[in-house]
Structure formats: C-alpha cells, structure tokens
C-alpha cells in the first residue's frame, strides 16, 4: 500500500513540476491526503480484525449478561429492554418524528 503512495506521489509530483527543479518536499496537501486516507484504511482493517475476534471468541462464555443484569439490579440502572421503556419509546414524537412514521 505504501509502495502505491510513494508512485503516486512520484508521479503527482513529475507531473505538476514544470521547471528543471524539482523540490524534494511533495505537496503537503496530496501527503496529508493519502496518510488520511492510509490512516483510514488501517482503521477499518484493525476494527475488523478486533470484530472478528469478538465474534468468535467463547460463545459459551455469558459473562457480559451476568455483568450487565448485576448493573440493572444494584447500581439502579433502569433496563433500556423493559416493556415500560419501550412503551415510552414508541410514544416519542421526536423519535417517531426522526424515523419518519408520524
């Protein structure tokens, strides 16, 4: 991937220089693209990996829900799946209103 910048970059530079020098820096804004853009990349593939992981670790493992139902019954966390909480959902005019069924 870096390979492909780096020609680009020599290419985008070959082609915008019109006099016999050539400045050695490239053009800030094309880099500051490209590393934006490489950044990106390296993001999306990292939070897929660390997805895939997640996904298959342990299913046999439900530690997470004895986590969340100790924080619904000690620390007075109302629990967002009750059926008063989603009765009041469904009678939110903003949220019906951004959903577009009003």
């Known amino acids: 991937?870096?390979?492909k910048l780096a020609e680009k970059l020599k290419?985008?530079?070959a082609d915008k220089s019109f006099s016999t020098m050539t400045s050695p820096i490239p053009d800030t804004e094309a880099l500051?693209?490209?590393a934006k853009h490489a950044l990106g990349l390296y993001e999306r593939q990292?939070?897929?990996?660390n997805f895939t992981k997640l996904v298959l670790s342990d299913p046999e493992n439900t530690e997470q829900n004895q986590l969340v139902d100790e924080l619904f019954k000690n620390q007075g966390?109302?629990?967002?799946?009750s059926d008063e909480a989603l009765f009041e959902l469904s009678e939110n005019s903003r949220f019906l209103h951004d959903l577009g069924l009003d």
């Not at 990292?46 to 990996?49: L, S, V, Y």
């Not at 966390?77 to 799946?81: G, K, R, T, V």
């Open 32 to 34: 500051k693209n490209m």
């Open 11 to 13: 290419t985008e530079s």
């Open 1 to 3: 991937m870096f390979k």
């Open 46 to 49: 990292t939070d897929i990996n």
């Open 77 to 81: 966390i109302s629990n967002p799946f």
